[in-house]
């Protein structure tokens, strides 16, 4: 319901505020978009500094319009946002536990999950797509049963159904995943149902709503972890201590309200004004295996509604390789949470089943674990995290900390239109009648993609176009769909700066891309690249080991770092690698810290 203006958002979750960021801002009609200027960060810690006790942003977010400003402790996505199933969906089945459970909380969420689908594929064209999911069927009751289900998530969806489900027979299942078992527990297959649902690259979302906030004239800085909280003489929080982890620069930044929107660890940031506060987030792991692209199909994926211990696994292709999960078990909060052996070896038996061959441990090209932050009652002896609703939770604490916890990443913007809307009611904020108007708001390089973008590219720089930069299908294609409109500018950096070779072999990175994230897409550390600006960590951790030290070169050439920070940097980029994307084989080379080889 507010246009920009201040707006202060202090991360923890290295991401998930990021995604409550967004909808504070925009004026909003169909087909506009943001600026495509981003701030450089110099800019924007002079935005930061502001935020004055005499002239305070109108409200400062916690973990990631109105006069705004956003803080992250780490990188943006750099939490859990990064490591989701990357699907924009419902959640098939939640609307079964509606069904069965007479739950109107599961049916209210998938009803605005839907809904909420096709805003974020509209917005953010060039990083989501529709995609086609088959359900197996290998018992004849499981037809009309799946089939129902499906229809009704059809109804649901209404207006906003991208392609109606249907049946389809064994030979068609086949033609689309031929790596389909053919026949399970002596049962052959009797065909699938096959729905739709929109797939998207949740880390580069994530930077791209960062960048997107900041050319609408957000404060929006990562690595600024918050350190305490400032109260007023009436003990109600009116600010953050906050300190810049590049310079160790500290400074209190003031807004007329604060907002916690840190995910999983939420409660840590409440315990900062109340130590004695109860907890009201607990963590679910969902764990996450990447495989070669042979086992699955190109453009169809698979899922499996209930495994041998009832839950729910999905067999994906995301950026030509195939990605499997997730797990859903309770857990600790931690900052760098690692899938275990026997959630991996889960995900591969299960996926073994539904395949005509079965995944060795080796093949596992990546694995990754992130944390759902699931809100719950503090009385209640209920552990069953599957059980729990997704749903968000929107609630004020009596220091007037307003909380913005739970909820998924499909219904992210009206997260934070509803936030925002509690913070207005709070009267903390000056009254703004303009409605919230980012259902129509492309973020930034979804203004002037189409779906033709990457084939102009490849025309422009193929073979006899006389450009500098030649460009394959599979780096066209890349380019179009990670920075849409933006591609043009990445090309044009590659060529002014030579820098037109891919970053490492077998994949579509170039290496200007590198330099483009640092000057636009506050890139400062080298996992930021390798994890979040690309997703090469979680989709072949032995080439990104590869890829360490031109990475750390090239930053540091345009970033000014010495040789020991270039240096630090490559071991403390191996040392993510390692803890929390290993994959079948020991690291080795640069992703033990060993020296960088000169480039």
Known sequence: MLKWAPLLLVGASGGYATQ?????????????????????????????????????????????????????????????????????????????????????????????????????????????????????????????????????????????????????????????????????????????????????????????????????????????????????????????????????????????????????????????????????????????????GYYGSADTGIIIPKTKDGRVVFVLPFQGYVIAGTTDTGCEVTDRPQSSEAEVQFILDTVGDYLGVRVPRSDVQSTWSGLRPLPCNPKAKAKDTASVVRDHVIFMDDDGLLNVTGGKWTTYRRMAEEAVDAAVASGRLPLNTKPCATHKLALLGAAGFRPTLAVELAQQHGRGSGAKLRLGTAAAWHLAHAYGDQAAKVVALAETSGLTQPLVEGHPYLEAEVLYCVMHEYCERVADFLARRTRLAFLDVAACQDAVPRVAELMAGELGWSAQRKQAEVQEACKFLKEGFHAAAPLTGAAQGQPAASS
């Open 20 to 292: 409550v960021l967004w909808t504070t801002g925009g004026s909003g009609t169909p087909q506009q978009s943001v600026p495509d200027v981003v701030p450089t960060r110099a800019q924007q810690l002079a935005r930061l500094k502001e935020g004055t006790l005499d002239k305070p942003f109108d409200i400062l977010i916690i973990g990631g319009g109105l006069r705004t400003a956003l803080i992250e402790r780490e990188d943006f996505a750099s939490g859990t946002s990064s490591k989701s199933t990357k699907l924009v969906h419902g959640g098939v089945r939640y609307l079964e536990k509606a069904v069965f459970n007479l739950d109107r909380g599961q049916l209210k969420l998938v009803y605005e999950a839907l809904h909420e689908r096709q805003v974020l594929l509209q917005n953010a064209s060039h990083l989501s797509q529709p995609l086609p999911i088959l359900t197996p069927c290998y018992k004849w009751w499981e037809v009309p049963y799946y089939w129902a289900g499906m229809k009704a998530y059809d109804l649901v969806a209404g207006s906003t159904n991208l392609v109606l489900s249907k049946y389809i027979g064994p030979t068609e299942a086949f033609n689309r995943l031929p790596t389909l078992a053919t026949s399970m527990e002596g049962r052959r297959l009797k065909g699938g149902i096959l729905y739709y649902d929109g797939q998207f690259d949740d880390a580069r979302l994530n930077v791209t709503l960062a960048c997107s906030a900041a050319a609408g004239g957000a404060a929006v800085l990562n690595y600024m972890p918050c350190r305490s909280l400032i109260k007023n003489s009436d003990g109600k929080i009116v600010g953050v201590q906050c300190q810049d982890a590049s310079t160790g620069e500290q400074m209190d930044v003031y807004a007329r309200q604060v907002i916690n929107a840190t995910g999983p660890w939420c409660d840590t940031v409440r315990r900062l004004s109340d130590r004695d506060a109860p907890t009201t987030v607990n963590a679910s792991s969902g764990a996450h295996v990447t495989l070669p």
